[in-house]
């Protein structure tokens, strides 16, 4: 091995119903009216305390999976 990892690295494909690539004008207009009428509703949260949230259930997971 020469600097590289011993085995094959792939992302995991977005679902249909998220990917804009695969999404008409109107289908993303739809989307992002979603988003906008979620945000006007208050279904929202802070962004630091949901990346805080991320890590800790990730590393919960994590350590439940060494054990």
Known sequence: MTGGIPF???LPKAPVSVNADLMT???IRAKLKEGYNDIEKGN???AAAAFR???RHTNEAVQDSDN
């Open 44 to 46: 929202v949260q802070d």
């Open 8 to 10: 094959a690295v792939t």
């Open 53 to 55: 949230d991320f890590g």
């Open 25 to 27: 004008a109107d289908e």
